[in-house]
C-alpha cells in the first residue's frame, strides 16, 4: 500500500509518515518498481500502535523505545505520565480558577484584569507578608471578588494574611457569605474553623444562621468560635457551648465574658446562673473546672453570683474557698 491510500486510511499525514520514517520509528518495508514507499500490513499495524501511544501523552522517543526493547516495563513509563498529566490538570484547574477570578470582577478593561492578576500572583506567593500587603493594597476602584478572598482565608495559616483576608472579606457585603459558608461543612477541622472565624466577622441574618449551624460542630474550637460570635450578638441559643467551653478551659475567659454580656437580660441571667450552678454540682471532684466556673459567675451582672460565691468561700478544697472569697470581696468592695 502506497503511503497516499495508507494516510487515508489511517488518518495520518503523510508529512508525519515520512517523519516516522526519518526517525526509523515506522519503515515500509518495501518499493514499487518506481521507488515510492510501499508498506505492508505489519507496517500499518506498527503505524496504529505509534498512534495509540501518542494518544497516550509519550513522545516519539519513549514510544521508539517501547517498540524496539522487547525488556522495556511499561509500568514505570505510564506512572510517570499518570503524575505529568496529573500535574497538567492542576495548573489548568488553577488557570480556570483565576478566569473566573477575572471574569468575577467584571473587568472594565485590560488594566482591571492585570490589577485583579496581579493580585492573585500576591496571595500565591510563599512569603506571608506579599501575600499580607496583596491584600491590604488593593487596587483602587476593582473590586475583589468575595469568592478570590473566601477560597484564600480557608486556606490561609498565617494568622495575620488571614486576619487581612478576613477585613477584606467582610467589605464585600453579602457575597461573603455564600462564599465562604460551604467551609463551615468541610472535614477539615482547621478549614471550618478559618469558616466561623471569617463568618464571625460579616454581618446580616445569613451570617447568623451559619454561626448557629456551627454550634453543633464537633471540635470545641469550631463550635466555640460560633459560640463567642453568636453571643456577642446577643443570641442565647449560645449560652450551652459558652458554659461548655468555661468547663474545658478553651478560650474559658471570653466565654466567660460573654455569659456575662449575655446574663445583661435577667431572663437569660437565670438561664446562665442555672447553668453553671449545675456544672459545680456535677465537678466536685475538679478543682480547676470548679474554679473557672467561679470566675465565669463572678462575670454575672448585680449581685446574683453573690450568694453562690459566700457558699464556695466555705468550701472544703481550700483552692476553690480562697478563689471564691477573693472574688466576692471584688465585687462587694464595688
Known amino acids: 500500500m502506497l503511503i497516499g491510500e495508507v494516510s487515508r486510511r489511517s488518518g495520518v499525514s503523510t508529512r508525519m509518515l515520512r517523519h516516522y520514517d526519518s526517525l ?3 519503515r515500509p518495508t518495501g518499493r514499487t518498481v518506481g521507488g515510492y514507499r510501499e508498506y505492508s500490513a505489519e507496517d500499518i499495524r506498527r503505524i496504529f500502535h505509534v498512534e495509540s501511544l ?4 509519550l513522545s516519539l522517543r519513549e514510544i521508539g523505545r517501547a517498540l524496539e526493547d522487547p525488556a522495556f516495563a511499561p509500568s514505570a513509563l505510564v506512572a510517570d505520565l499518570v503524575r505529568r498529566t496529573e500535574d497538567r490538570l492542576r495548573r489548568e484547574r488553577e ?5 473566573r477570578a477575572v471574569d468575577a470582577s467584571s473587568p472594565s478593561g485590560w488594566q482591571d484584569v492585570l490589577r485583579i492578576v496581579r493580585l492573585l500572583h500576591g496571595l500565591d506567593s510563599p512569603s506571608a507578608a506579599r501575600r499580607q500587603q496583596a491584600v491590604l493594597s488593593p487596587a483602587d476602584d476593582v473590586p475583589v471578588p468575595a469568592e478570590l478572598l473566601a477560597e484564600a482565608v480557608l486556606a490561609e495559616t498565617d494568622p495575620n494574611v488571614a486576619g487581612a483576608l478576613r477585613w477584606a472579606l467582610a467589605r ?5 457569605v455564600a462564599h465562604v459558608a460551604a467551609g463551615v461543612r468541610s472535614p477539615d477541622v482547621d478549614v471550618r474553623r478559618r469558616a466561623v472565624l471569617a463568618v464571625a466577622e460579616l454581618p446580616g441574618d445569613e451570617a447568623t444562621a451559619v454561626l448557629v449551624e456551627a454550634l453543633g460542630d464537633a471540635a470545641v474550637t469550631v463550635r466555640g468560635h460560633a459560640a463567642l460570635a453568636l453571643g456577642a450578638r446577643g443570641l442565647t441559643a449560645a449560652v450551652p457551648v459558652l458554659v461548655g467551653m468555661v468547663v474545658e478551659g478553651v478560650n474559658d475567659v471570653e466565654a466567660a465574658e460573654v455569659l456575662g454580656s449575655l446574663s445583661r437580660d435577667p431572663e437569660c441571667a437565670d438561664r446562665v446562673m442555672g447553668a453553671l450552678v449545675a456544672e459545680l454540682a456535677a465537678h466536685t471532684a475538679d478543682s480547676g473546672v470548679r474554679i473557672r466556673l467561679i470566675q465565669a459567675l463572678a462575670e454575672l451582672p448585680g449581685t446574683a453570683a453573690h450568694g453562690v460565691l459566700r457558699d464556695l468561700a466555705g468550701d472544703g ?13 471584688l465585687l462587694e468592695g464595688r
Do not use: I, K
Not at 501518542?54 to 501523552?57: D, H, K, T
Not at 488557570?95 to 478566569?99: A, G, V
Not at 483552692?319 to 471564691?324: E, G, K, R, T
Open 172 to 176: 464585600t457585603g453579602d457575597d461573603g
Open 95 to 99: 488557570l480556570l480558577e483565576r478566569l
Open 317 to 329: 478544697d481550700r483552692a476553690v474557698a480562697l478563689v471564691a472569697s477573693a472574688l466576692l470581696g
Open 24 to 26: 526509523g520509528l515506522v
Open 54 to 57: 501518542r494518544s497516550l501523552g
